[in-house]
């Protein structure tokens, strides 16, 4: 165990002192010493709080043990069991409609609609995996997990199935035409994204299979692109706060089953994560 240092009344571990110390602070315009104090307060002020909730919790989850115990075999009676609920303050009355508004609450939490991950502050494996879920592969989600169907050749099997890769592509550009469509046509039928101007109001040109040029339906959705040797190498589009890349290069295997040369599309999934200390 680390060695603790004393400060505003708290034994702190020296390793998180010096995370503190060296690393958050810096910067903010706080001291290490009014972080301190005002965490020390903090915990002053909710520490009893806190404590008086959890004992009730422990009355609550007593007392529905024995009741269920009490019950053990027998059918369960509804508005029995929600009588016994109400009684032990588990179920209160429905209060009034109300309102909820907050001030400084960074956009990834008051704005942006994705899912907010929430581990154990005590399991570094599960922190890490959580925060590298802010991207994922919808490729890969399609091909490995059973949103597509292993059946009529599109099992997943030990090497690449390429009907199932083809069924992927398939799946990932009905989601793009949903999220971010096009004027005219389909993403499926895309043979080259090509990026006029952040200026242009058309913004991101995509040419179709018939050699029809289009360009998003909201061409606000195109954020940005990345490009190596004049070469479209990705295209990021937004939609409903969270973003959305697509892949190119035409020399990975995977992107001969896209006539745009398109190898993935990464989207931004879980864009929090949330260190509960409770469990």
């Known amino acids: ?22 690393r958050a602070v ?19 002020e909710l520490a009893p709080l806190n404590r008086s909730l959890l004992e009730k919790r422990d009355a609550i989850q007593s007392q529905m043990d024995d009741w269920c115990r009490a019950h053990r075999g027998q059918p369960l009676d509804m508005a029995e069991y929600k009588a016994f609920l109400t009684g032990i303050g588990y179920l209160v009355p429905e209060g009034e409609a109300f309102e909820v508004s907050t001030d400084n609450v960074d956009d990834e939490i008051a704005r942006v609609a994705g899912p907010q991950l929430v581990v154990p502050v005590n399991n570094a494996r599960y922190a890490l995996n959580a925060a590298n879920a802010r991207w994922g592969s919808l490729y890969d989600a399609f091909y490995g997990t059973d949103a597509i169907p292993e059946d009529e050749g599109l099992e997943k099997g030990l090497t690449f199935n390429p009907a199932r890769g083809a069924e992927v592509v398939a799946r990932v550009c009905a989601f793009l035409d949903s999220a971010v469509p096009l004027t005219d046509g389909s993403h499926a039928d895309v043979v080259s994204y090509t990026v006029a101007s952040f200026n242009d109001p058309l913004g991101l040109s995509a040419t179709l299979r018939s050699g029809q040029k289009t360009g998003l339906i909201d ?42 040369g398109i190898c993935d599309v990464q989207i931004e999934s879980a864009v929090t994560t949330i260190m509960d200390c409770e469990d």
């Open 1 to 22: 165990m680390s060695d603790r240092i004393s400060i505003s009344g708290l034994q702190v571990s020296e390793t998180l002192y010096r995370f503190i110390e060296e």
């Open 26 to 44: 810096p910067d903010t315009g706080v001291t290490v010493e009014a972080f301190w104090q005002g965490f020390a307060d903090l915990l002053g």
């Open 219 to 260: 061409p606000a959705e195109f954020a940005g692109y990345r490009e190596s040797d004049e070469r479209l190498e990705s295209v990021l589009l937004c939609n409903n706060g969270l973003h959305i890349e697509i892949l190119i290069d035409p020399e990975n295997p995977v992107s001969k089953l896209h006539p745009a």
